[in-house]
């Protein structure tokens, strides 16, 4: 929302306030007016986007929240038009854009739907799908898409400052996107790993993990070669314990068996589950 919000700002600031601003045909109070719409819509802009881009119950009241705010964006974008040309036609569809607005906000209070808005939607796998990365390159982009048409249309009036700053600003926000990706993503590779190696009843490691260790132990002995020592243990009536307590206390077993063993081992020992017992 950040980074998209950033693009969308600076184009806003360069093709639309920034003229207002300094056109010194308008007078003061008609060009503060029409700055300050602008910039309340960069605002408004900004929780539209946030609201699109965040996970939660997406009811009829919700939708009718979202359109309304866009159609307030819209209808004040129109009303720039409409300073800038004076047209009269964009006067009345920017009332009848607010008026529709304004409409759906009610409607929105009054549907059903409006008590789930504030609960949280259901956690979703971290997932960067092909539309959120053509999202995130278009609005990465903006800003020396600004710069390069200033340069064609004007190139001697360059807003460099503006530009300047919001490609810092995205480029910032990029990175650190990629980089709470990446943290993801590395700590579910971790637990993913972890997971693996690891038998769930016991916390012990499994037999993969097994496996993967007395293989670097074997080719690992050194020079003269050191002894390898290899222990199974096994547990007495392991079935008729079971089929007498059941398998809840079957399992209790083995766990206590294991975290006992455990406090036997040396730095350098491991302890597995080879098999079931």
Not at 191 to 199: G, P, R
């Amino acid at each position: 929302a950040g980074i998209i919000s950033t693009g969308l700002t600076l184009l806003a600031w360069v093709y639309v306030v920034q003229p207002l601003a300094g056109d010194a045909e308008l007078p003061l109070v008609e060009r503060v007016v029409s700055v300050a719409y602008p910039a309340g819509d960069v605002a408004l802009l900004v929780i539209v986007i946030r609201l699109l881009t965040t996970r939660g119950n997406r009811g009829a009241s919700y939708w009718l929240l979202a359109a309304a705010m866009a159609g307030v964006l819209l209808a004040d974008i129109v009303f720039t038009a409409m300073v800038t040309t004076q047209s009269g036609y964009a006067s009345h569809l920017a009332d009848l854009l607010w008026m529709g607005s304004y409409l759906a906000v009610a409607v929105a209070a009054w549907h059903p739907s409006v008590g789930g808005l504030t609960r949280r939607g259901t956690r979703e796998p971290l997932r960067l799908t092909g539309a959120r990365l053509t999202v995130l390159a278009v609005a990465s982009l903006l800003a020396p898409l600004a710069l390069l048409h200033q340069g064609l249309t004007r190139p001697h009036s360059i807003d460099w400052a503006p530009i300047g700053l919001g490609a810092v600003t995205l480029f910032i926000l990029v990175v650190a996107r990629m980089a709470d990706l990446m943290a993801k993503v590395q700590q579910q590779s971790a637990q993913l790993e972890a997971t693996a190696h690891t038998d769930v009843l016991t916390g012990v490691a499994n037999r993969r993990a097994w496996d993967t260790h007395l293989d670097q132990v074997l080719a690992d002995t050194g020079i003269p070669p050191r002894s390898v020592t290899l222990v199974m243990i096994d547990l007495d009536h392991f079935k008729r314990f079971n089929d007498r307590f059941g398998h809840l206390a079957g399992d209790e077993l083995l766990r206590e068996a294991c975290q006992a063993w455990r406090t036997q081992l040396r730095g350098g020992d491991l302890l597995a589950r080879y098999g079931g017992e």
